[in-house]
């Protein structure tokens, strides 16, 4: 193939905007060292990888993931969850810091599931329109 065309590898690639990131990421690749999987005849970066895309001897679906995992910056993992801290009833001293035991009516807090939170935020009315905002 003398010329690579976007034709050529449009139907590769469905979008040409996908193929412009593919082809991009490969040529950085090739750039880096990687092994290209045809002859190069004197050829630019971009041009192998474009011409390696319109001959199909890289899988586009194996391109994406593979620039998708290289722009990732944190990678999830599952991982059990840790037990929940143990918890103390009482309130803590503002002087000292120590844990007052038996002190619930000084420092109380309520805690609400999701569905009563949805539940209060859809019985919310809105304000009444004025003219003075």
Same mark, same amino acid.
């Given at each position: 193939?003398?010329?690579? @065309?976007?034709?050529?590898?449009?139907?590769?690639?469905?979008?040409?905007?996908?193929?412009?990131?593919?082809? !991009? $990421? /490969?040529? /950085?690749?090739? !750039?880096?060292? %990687?092994?290209?999987?045809?002859? /190069?005849?004197? &050829?630019?970066?971009?041009?192998?990888?474009?011409?390696?895309?319109?001959?199909? @001897?890289?899988?586009?679906?194996? *391109?994406?993931?593979? *620039?998708? $995992?290289? *722009?990732?910056? $944190?990678?999830?993992? &599952?991982?059990?969850?840790?037990?929940?801290?143990?918890?103390? !009833? %009482?309130?803590?001293?503002?002087?000292?810091?120590?844990?007052?035991?038996?002190?619930? &009516?000084?420092?109380?807090?309520?805690?609400?599931?999701?569905?009563?939170?949805?539940? %209060?935020?859809? %019985? *919310?009315?809105?304000?009444?329109? !004025?003219? &003075?905002?």
């Amino acid at each position: 193939m003398a010329r690579v @065309t976007v034709e050529d590898c449009v139907d590769k690639v469905d979008n040409r905007f996908e193929l412009v990131l593919l082809a !991009s $990421h /490969r040529a /950085r690749q090739i !750039s880096q060292g %990687g092994q290209i999987t045809i002859d /190069r005849d004197n &050829d630019k970066n971009p041009v192998v990888a474009l011409r390696e895309i319109a001959d199909e @001897t890289l899988s586009p679906g194996d *391109l994406k993931e593979d *620039l998708i $995992h290289s *722009l990732q910056k $944190h990678v999830e993992i &599952d991982e059990p969850e840790a037990p929940a801290p143990l918890q103390i !009833s %009482g309130a803590l001293d503002d002087l000292t810091g120590e844990v007052i035991v038996g002190a619930e &009516d000084i420092a109380t807090f309520d805690s609400m599931s999701e569905e009563d939170l949805l539940a %209060g935020i859809e %019985g *919310l009315v809105a304000p009444e329109k !004025s003219d &003075d905002y």
